[in-house]
């Protein structure tokens, strides 16, 4: 007798087309709704960017080639960069921007690694410091410039208070053509060193400490492990540094502009972007001051670029 056979199991039925069109259509409709707003943002950025960014950019480069007189613009060729050369305050206002940078890097790129690496050895009440070495940063710069204009007063300025008190006579600080540049050196750094620092020690923050005790045990002291140790492991936050700090300071002019009226004793404080104001604002010679930033934009950019070449090639 053989064996009942068992009925067929139906076939389950393929969903309805319209089902599936219609789910096709609800993720694509989200995916468009959520591009759409992605989009939305980027473009207004992008917008943004170009019209506050780009757009001065590109205009002051055409500005740089021509020459406005009567309400009348013409093409001036070269001539606004040969008026640019030929000015003796192009080249006074070049030596002391370079050497505002120079000592900017001094104190305004060292200072902040040391303190960051003394914050950093501190376990007890660091977050209070970071506090108190970034409340500068939050104060606005004509603020903190006039409190230092304050400071340097000859008659009744604090820094020469202090010097009494150990028998130093009082100094011109902001009149004399020796101190001046220093003295506006001594404010920016003041000013601007709390966010280098914070960001100099979040980077110390993230070296293992295993290497500090490797070297403690080979019998290396706080400056050796500091150049042995810190540095390399910080190399490439000190190169990015050292590059904005370069790009930053050759663009100074509030410090100069409010402590020493801009031009300072003998021009000594006359720095290149002050020197661009003198020429849009007192000259109303927009070409020349638009050659002028042309000027100053391909340098740091070429500087920015053999920086960035030499760079690399010495971590290959």
């Not at 600080?173 to 601007?192: E, G, K, P, R, Y």
């Not at 500090?212 to 910080?234: M, N």
């Amino acid at each position: 007798m053989s064996a009942p056979t068992l009925p067929a199991k139906p076939q389950q039925a393929a969903p309805p087309a319209k089902r599936q069109l219609s789910t096709s259509d609800g993720s694509l409709a989200r995916a468009v709704r959520r591009n759409i707003s992605a989009h939305g943002f980027l473009i207004g950025a992008v917008l943004c960017f170009s019209f506050f960014s780009w757009y001065p950019m590109v205009r002051e480069f055409v500005l740089a080639f021509q020459k406005t007189k009567d309400g009348r613009t013409t093409w001036a060729g070269w001539s606004n960069l040969s008026y640019v050369f030929h000015d003796p305050a192009f080249w006074q206002a070049w030596r002391n921007t370079l050497l505002f940078t120079a000592l900017a890097l001094v104190l305004g790129f060292a200072v902040p690694f040391l303190v960051a690496v003394l914050l950093n050895e501190f376990r007890h009440g660091q977050g209070y410091l970071r506090l108190l070495v970034y409340l500068p940063v939050m104060l606005p710069p004509v603020a903190s410039v006039l409190l230092f204009k304050y400071f340097y007063d000859p008659g009744y300025g604090l820094f020469n208070r202090v010097l009494g008190v150990f028998g130093i006579p009082d100094q011109q600080w902001l009149q004399s053509t020796d101190t001046a540049m220093l003295s506006v050196v001594i404010a920016s750094t003041w000013m601007n060193m709390g966010g280098a620092t914070l960001i100099y020690l979040a980077s110390l923050q993230g070296i293992p400490g295993e290497l500090y005790e490797a070297a403690e045990l080979d019998g290396a002291g706080l400056w050796r492990k500091i150049w042995h140790v810190t540095v390399p492991q910080t190399r490439l936050i000190l190169s990015l540094m050292f590059l904005m700090q370069i790009i930053a300071t050759m663009q100074v002019f509030t410090e100069p502009f409010l402590l020493t009226n801009g031009a300072g004793p003998e021009g000594s404080t006359t720095t290149v972007v002050y020197l661009i104001y003198q020429y849009a604002f007192n000259f109303n010679n927009y070409g020349g001051a638009a050659a002028l930033g042309l000027v100053l934009l391909v340098l740091l950019a070429a500087f920015s670029a053999v920086y960035v070449r030499l760079s690399r090639a010495s971590d290959d």
